[in-house]
């Protein structure tokens, strides 16, 4: 295990910024989020594509980014914090231009997900949510990805690399240094950085949600048994050696 292990969740405090937006960034943060209110009939549902805003500017939650979301949504900063402080999704201090994200979860974990976390954890010299020198990574251990049928299974900005290795995720990492181009196993045919990612998620589409394949072979195996397109055969495991006696005798 790397000695570079931090702690699960790093409690940053969210503090005020002395340093305001320039009035252009200023303008067209106010128009964006002009555009997301509108799609809520209250304005405080509008507060977590909000924050996704702000790190799309600013790459983390600032604190002027939290005054600005208190600001537009009549809320106080403490509510906002208590939000943004809430969410793992939202970075409390500056994130890499890539989160890479190590399924850890049960499944992923013994399929080797524990192993392939050691191994680029000790590559990069760098623990959970913590950011390689160059900007370039922060590396997460993640909860389940929804993908278990592709375990052990890497995120990088939450696009998908499935049946990972420790090998092929110490490439991956290297890659995305590089400025190499990295191609997902599904869905978007690239990886896009993560303020990028983050003005997606807070609702501007970038054209790019139904590139490539969405659900491969393994997630379609369970519909396709329920369609009757496919026989589902159980197949029962041998008895061990001493178990088969007994019932012998
Ligand atoms: S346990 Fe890793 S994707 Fe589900």
């Given at each position: 295990m790397s000695e570079n292990h931090g702690p699960l969740h790093v409690q940053t405090p969210l503090r005020a910024s002395d340093e305001p937006y320039d009035p252009q960034t200023l303008a067209d943060l106010v128009r964006d989020a002009e555009l997301i209110v509108?799609?809520?009939?209250?304005?405080?549902?509008?507060l977590l594509p909000l924050l996704h805003l702000i790190q799309s500017v600013d790459g983390y939650v600032t604190g002027r980014g939290v005054t600005f979301c208190a600001e537009q949504l009549d809320l106080t900063e403490a509510e906002v914090s208590g939000v943004a402080t809430f969410?793992?999704?939202?970075?409390r201090h500056p994130n890499g231009e890539y989160t890479v994200g190590v399924c850890t979860n049960t499944l992923c974990a013994v399929m080797g997900g524990d192993l392939i976390w050691d191994t680029v954890s000790e590559h990069l010299g760098i623990g959970h949510d913590e950011t390689t020198e160059d900007g370039k990574v922060t590396l997460e251990r993640v909860?389940?990805?929804?993908?278990c049928d592709y375990a052990p299974v890497v995120m990088a900005n939450w696009e998908f690399f499935d049946n990972q290795t420790p090998e092929s995720t110490v490439r991956l990492v290297e890659d995305l240094r590089a400025g190499k181009d990295v191609t997902p196993?599904?869905?978007?045919?690239s990886v896009c950085s993560f303020k990028q990612m983050s003005r997606v998620l807070a609702g501007?589409?970038?054209?790019?949600?139904?590139?490539?394949?969405?659900?491969g072979p393994a997630s379609l195996e369970g519909l396709r048994i329920a369609s009757g397109e496919q026989t589902y055969t159980r197949t029962a495991p041998a008895p061990a050696p001493e178990a088969s006696k007994e019932q012998q005798s």
């Open positions: 509108a799609r809520y009939p209250q304005k405080r549902s509008a969410y793992t999704q939202y970075k909860e389940c990805n929804a993908a196993t599904r869905g978007a045919t501007f589409s970038d054209g790019r949600a139904d590139e490539g394949v969405g659900a």
